[in-house]
């Protein structure tokens, strides 16, 4: 608007301006934009309205509507105009003189809101500078938007839910079939109570089992927010159209450093915006900080309105994230993978059908249902982003996040997935775009660059940008940071132009920090337990669809079965007392090898899929159930090759009569079959805690050799200070006194030194060895357990 307003401006009534369900009120002083550019004041749909359609301004004369030179026409009573005076109530249409897009346009003759003349004093705030673009506001639910529906209150309880049957139908996936009810206790007091929902009822953003309920709250449920006005709840459907406002995000590393450095930016409705910046700027901390997961040590983000940071456990259910990496498993199939992740982030009581359903309309939408059957690690690098993009757009978020999703692909594939990302972000959603490629950004509505330090040095059309950097290309742009390390980038912005006109005024008014409340842990899209049918069907599709990796687990108990067998033992495991001293060297490799199996099998499985991990975490998936899924199909096929290594490397060899309590095979089948299980523990437990899947092959030599030495045939740990109690912490060690006890080891081949207690062929002594094992089992799971429960979003 202008930076003032005659008489004759303030003389004229406030334009009421209705599209479709929206209604806004138009003050007289300035121009108000009608398109499809979200930053446009009056934002329309339909892709016949051109991205910039029409004007609406107020002279003079009252309030004129301009075609902006649009390509499909403004129509008027069936012809097309140019221009025209809006007198009274008039209706145009947009795009095509029968069907286009409504535009109903009234004069408000109502008494304008003005004070009485005052020389001496400053504008009022309608008439102040208003640089263009103007950005659009910044909502909350209620605050200026007309609501989705208005429910009248039933005078005892109201029903909300997926179900037809409810009072209120919500046809949104992550709600519960029947969710939660809005009770009347009596006048005036009201309550709402969830109805065992799996993605929780939210009240003012903290997820409630039951709390009051009045007009000064907020409920949110899946996608949808009420507001209680009277006798009415008001809904308002979140269908896309939401700004973000990032406000002064500052974060901080433990040691003080700052690694950004009080960014801030509006994100306007269904925009595309790309953050770009050298090496080491921030980009990545940035993108932590505004969805989340990693929250900023100062400062807020705004989503509609609402504080992120407090808020977090409702909305993140509305935000998509889609990292560098592969954050589906890349041998299943498109279709196959989806299913998975649909199960996980879809409440136990949807249908199968629904879930297909969904899947097939993100794959239609995506333009991947010639791919549906593909395994995704053979598509091209531009189809397993999209199957990428898919994953998250299965719960249809509002905002959707990607960092580097052009990294590595060639410029026809880059340009390809950035034009994907305008359209996916015109059509009703907001994404932002980590990228270091800078070939395509005109595919942007918005660019943002950061500098080294975390600080903002340019916000606002890409258009623009090189002309504010006075440099032809980026390339220069970034050699100037380099060579200019002390030059002030970000000062140099806020004073300009485009900072006033992109940033602060959309900033003026948003301000006001709210404390982040700490958050509920994820809550669980299924019951437990259909998380652990779901991740245990999974873990065996992916098994499955690796016919090298099952060639290799049925191969190797047979090659290391067979290496227990061609050791020389003539006696095998029996024979006189002190006769037989070849039987502690079969046993021991018969130790050694349940103990790398076990080990081998689990290493690598937890920290190869951490990316996956983190953001089903972040989604909702339990740790533990995670964790119980590897467990269970690990240690099934563990023990499976434990009872292989048994049966090939001694079935044919002379056995002793019985073992401490039963035949000598099924025992040793019993304490071999533990050893495995409990080393494949500490294999987990080793995955979760490395920062690659590069270390774990060394850690893997470490680990077996150390069980070799441990496992007391090797070296007699009996009387070793030191050496003989970090034994107790090896699975080997017990395992090993298991077997012994069973064979009577002590006896058939008697050490020079004193005999080992834990060899003692005596039931309590085989019962205790097999009960030390299973407890360092229990402590290695916990351990595992809590590194992963770790790998959640930060909280501040």
């Not at 440099?471 to 000062?491: G, L, T």
């Not at 434990?642 to 079935?651: D, E, R, T, W, Y």
């Not at 495995?676 to 590069?694: D, F, H, N, R, W």
């Not at 005596?762 to 407890?775: R, Y």
Request: aromatic share 6%.
């Amino acid at each position: 608007m202008t930076a003032g307003a005659s008489a004759d401006s303030l003389a004229t009534p406030v334009l009421v301006v209705r599209t479709g369900d929206r209604v806004r009120r138009l003050r007289p002083g300035g121009a108000y934009r009608v398109g499809r550019d979200p930053a446009a004041e009056i934002r329309v749909d339909d892709p016949r309205a051109s991205w910039h359609h029409a004007l609406l301004r107020a002279g003079p004369g009252g309030w004129m509507i301009e075609d902006g030179g649009s390509s499909n026409g403004t129509f008027f009573e069936g012809r097309r105009i140019q221009r025209m005076a809006i007198d009274g109530e008039c209706s145009f249409r947009l795009g095509n003189a029968t069907d286009g897009v409504l535009l109903a346009c009234v004069a408000d003759v109502r008494p304008q809101q003005q004070p009485p003349p005052q020389p001496q004093s400053p504008p009022q705030s309608h008439s102040r500078a208003q640089p263009q673009p103007r950005p659009r506001p910044v909502r909350g639910p209620g605050g200026g938007r007309e609501p989705s529906s208005v429910i009248r209150v039933a005078p005892l309880a109201l029903r909300i839910g997926r179900a037809p049957g409810n009072d209120v139908v919500l046809p949104d996936l992550v709600v519960s079939r029947y969710h939660a009810e809005l009770r009347t206790l009596g006048p005036g007091r009201r309550e709402i109570v969830d109805l065992g929902s799996h993605n929780g009822t939210y009240v003012n953003g903290v997820r409630v089992e039951s709390a009051p309920f009045s007009e000064s709250d907020l409920l949110g449920i899946g996608h949808a927010t009420f507001r209680l006005v009277g006798e009415e709840l008001r809904e308002f459907v979140d269908t896309g159209d939401v700004s973000v406002s990032v406000q002064d995000l500052t974060v901080r590393t433990p040691e003080g450093k700052v690694i950004l450095d009080g960014v801030g930016f509006p994100i306007p409705e269904r925009s595309l915006v790309a953050v770009i910046g050298p090496s080491g700027a921030g980009k990545s901390t940035l993108l932590g900080a505004v969805t989340g997961m990693r929250p900023a040590s100062e400062g807020t983000v705004r989503y509609d309105g609402r504080d992120l940071y407090a808020d977090y456990d409702e909305l993140r259910h509305r935000i998509g994230l889609v990292p560098q990496e592969d954050i589906l498993h890349t041998r299943l199939a498109t279709r196959q993978a989806l299913l998975f992740a649909a199960e996980l982030r879809f409440p136990g009581d949807t249908r199968k059908e629904e879930r297909r359903g969904r899947v097939d309309e993100v794959l239609a939408e995506l333009g991947l249902t010639a791919h549906a059957g593909t395994r995704i690690d053979r598509l091209s690098g531009g189809q397993r982003k999209r199957v990428s993009v898919a994953l998250e757009l299965l719960t249809k978020p509002s905002l959707l996040f990607l960092d580097e999703p052009t990294s590595g692909l060639d410029p026809g594939l880059d340009k390809t997935v950035m034009e994907m990302l305008g359209e996916l972000a015109h059509d009703g959603r907001t994404v932002i775009v980590v990228t270091h490629s800078v070939a395509n950004l005109d595919a942007c509505d918005r660019l943002l660059v950061l500098v080294p330090g975390g600080r903002l040095a340019y916000y606002g059309p890409p258009g623009e940008g090189l002309e504010h950097f006075g440099k032809e290309s980026w390339a220069e742009v970034f050699q100037a940071f380099d060579r200019e390390p002390d030059r002030d980038w970000a000062a140099e912005f806020r004073a300009s132009p485009r900072h006033a006109r992109y940033v602060a005024y959309a900033l003026n008014g948003q301000g006001g920090v709210t404390d982040a409340r700490t958050p509920v842990p994820p809550p669980a899209q299924q019951s437990r337990l259909g998380q652990l049918s779901t991740l245990c069907r999974r873990y065996l599709a992916v098994i499955a669809s690796d016919r090298s990796y099952l060639v290799l687990l049925g191969v190797m108990p047979l090659i290391l079965g067979g290496l227990i067998a061609a050791i020389p033992a003539p006696r095998g495991l029996a024979g006189p007392p002190g006769t037989n001293q070849d039987a502690a060297a079969k046993m021991m490799v018969l130790v050694f090898a349940a103990c790398f199996a076990g080990t081998g099998n689990a290493v690598r499985e937890l920290v190869k899929e951490r990316t996956i991990y983190r953001r089903e975490r972040a989604a909702g998936l339990s740790a533990g159930v995670y964790l119980m899924s590897k467990l269970l199909v690990l240690g099934l096929i563990t023990g499976l090759q434990a009872v292989a290594l048994v049966l090939i490397g001694l079935v044919l060899v002379d056995r002793p009569a019985a073992g401490t309590f039963t035949a000598v095979l099924p025992e040793l089948m019993l304490s071999m079959g533990l050893l495995g299980v409990v080393s494949m523990t500490l294999g987990l437990l080793v995955s979760a805690s490395v920062g690659s899947s590069e270390k774990t092959l060394p850690l893997l030599i470490v680990l077996s050799m150390g069980q070799l030495v441990l496992c007391g045939a090797l070296v007699r740990l009996v009387g070793l200070p030191g050496l003989e109690q970090l034994a107790w912490l090896s699975p080997s060690r017990w395992g090993m006194g298991a077997a012994a006890a069973t064979i009577d080891l002590d006896t058939i081949g008697p050490p020079p030194a004193d005999p080992d207690p834990l060899w003692r062929h005596d039931p309590g002594v085989w019962l205790a060895d097999m009960g030390i094992a299973a407890g360092l089992a229990v402590v290695f799971v916990a351990a595992a357990w809590w590194r992963l429960n770790r790998l959640r979003p930060r909280r501040r």
